[in-house]
């Protein structure tokens, strides 16, 4: 109907091409122009000036042998000033920027290694950027923004990755649990010797009780029985502390058979072995 009237429409962010017999004649902008067809005016297309996206994906390999695909988001626009070249110069934009992109990403990623690839990507989509913007800029067209979106190893390349991954974290782990194990036997050995050593001291301040007692028992007894020696004393203490241990064994329902001599002879046997004993341990602290 338009074209019958010789009047056609722009869509906004849309530029149109004018042509007079077939020859290119000037660009119209949105909205409504009036095109007498019978004098060689016709609208030969129109060019959208959107940002479009393109998703190229590469197969490439990298320094060390290793097959990636790396996927490449360009983000591009036709420029309104230079709208006839991007209508008249290119068949195929998306073809155009598809070749740049794969000729980019297979002259930079097979220098790289693969943990460099990844390491790296920022520089490779600014290569593929840069690349692109000196060549589309020929054919009308504006480079926005070029992504590295995604790299995919291949999937028993990525499968030995997250083993290695894991081994690795899996040796963490274990130098941790043997660092705490390590720490714990060192406590558990410092709190074995810390009791010990107070073990110690209560068992000396025991037995310093018990001859202070011994000594004070001796003193009171000469001084008040007259006629006795220390030796008599002593003799007694040992006697009444002989007749407690019997009372003790047979008092407990837990104890072991315990044979010792127990007749009145033998009372003075162990008198004598205790004094023998007692006096050669103090000759050898006196040497």
Same mark, same amino acid.
């Given at each position: 109907?338009?074209?019958?009237?010789?009047?056609?429409?722009?869509?906004?962010?849309?530029?149109?091409?004018?042509?007079?017999?077939?020859?290119?004649?000037?660009?119209?902008?949105?909205?409504?122009?009036?095109?007498?067809?019978?004098?060689?005016?016709?609208?030969?297309?129109?060019?959208?000036?959107?940002?479009?996206?393109?998703?190229?994906?590469?197969?490439?390999?990298?320094?060390?042998?290793?097959?990636?695909?790396?996927?490449?988001?360009?983000?591009?626009?036709?420029?309104?000033?230079?709208?006839?070249?991007?209508?008249?110069?290119?068949?195929?934009?998306?073809?155009?920027?598809?070749?740049?992109?794969?000729?980019?990403?297979?002259?930079?990623?097979?220098?790289?290694?693969?943990?460099?690839?990844? !390491?790296?990507?920022?520089? $490779?989509? +600014? &290569?593929?950027? =840069?690349?692109?913007? #000196?060549?589309? *800029?020929?054919? /009308?067209?504006?480079?926005?923004?070029?992504?590295?979106?995604?790299?995919?190893?291949?999937?028993?390349?990525?499968?030995?990755?997250?083993?290695?991954?894991?081994?690795?974290?899996?040796?963490?782990?274990?130098?941790?649990?043997?660092?705490? !194990?390590?720490?714990?036997? $060192?406590? +558990? &050995?410092?709190? =074995?010797?810390?009791? #010990?050593?107070? *073990?110690?001291? /209560?068992?000396?301040?025991?037995?310093?009780?018990?001859?202070?007692?011994?000594?004070?028992?001796?003193?009171?007894?000469?001084?008040?029985?007259?006629?006795?020696?220390?030796?008599?004393?002593?003799?007694?203490?040992?006697?009444?502390?002989?007749?407690?241990?019997?009372?003790?064994?047979? &008092?407990?329902?837990?104890?072991?058979?315990?044979?010792?001599?127990?007749?009145?002879?033998?009372?003075?046997?162990?008198?004598?072995?205790?004094?023998?004993?007692?006096?050669?341990?103090?000759?050898?602290?006196?040497?």
């Amino acid at each position: 109907m338009g074209q019958a009237l010789c009047c056609v429409q722009v869509d906004q962010s849309t530029v149109a091409m004018k042509e007079h017999f077939g020859k290119f004649d000037s660009v119209l902008d949105p909205g409504c122009h009036c095109l007498p067809w019978c004098f060689g005016y016709r609208m030969a297309g129109t060019l959208s000036l959107r940002v479009q996206q393109l998703d190229v994906r590469c197969e490439t390999k990298t320094k060390d042998n290793v097959f990636v695909t790396v996927v490449a988001s360009i983000q591009y626009r036709a420029v309104a000033q230079n709208a006839s070249d991007a209508f008249y110069k290119l068949t195929n934009t998306k073809a155009q920027i598809q070749s740049y992109v794969f000729d980019v990403i297979r002259a930079s990623v097979p220098r790289l290694l693969l943990d460099s690839v990844f !390491e790296q990507k920022n520089e $490779i989509a +600014k &290569a593929v950027e =840069e690349e692109l913007e #000196k060549a589309m *800029s020929a054919y /009308g067209f504006e480079i926005v923004q070029t992504l590295i979106v995604d790299i995919e190893p291949d999937v028993h390349v990525k499968r030995a990755m997250n083993e290695i991954n894991a081994a690795a974290r899996m040796r963490v782990a274990t130098n941790e649990k043997a660092e705490a !194990e390590k720490i714990l036997q $060192i406590k +558990k &050995a410092e709190g =074995e010797a810390e009791s #010990k050593y107070l *073990s110690g001291l /209560g068992i000396a301040r025991q037995r310093q009780a018990i001859v202070d007692g011994l000594r004070d028992s001796v003193l009171a007894f000469s001084e008040n029985v007259p006629g006795t020696s220390a030796k008599d004393v002593m003799d007694m203490v040992l006697v009444t502390q002989y007749f407690d241990t019997m009372k003790e064994i047979g &008092a407990s329902s837990k104890a072991s058979a315990v044979f010792i001599p127990h007749g009145p002879g033998a009372v003075k046997d162990i008198t004598s072995q205790i004094r023998e004993g007692l006096l050669q341990g103090q000759s050898v602290v006196d040497q």
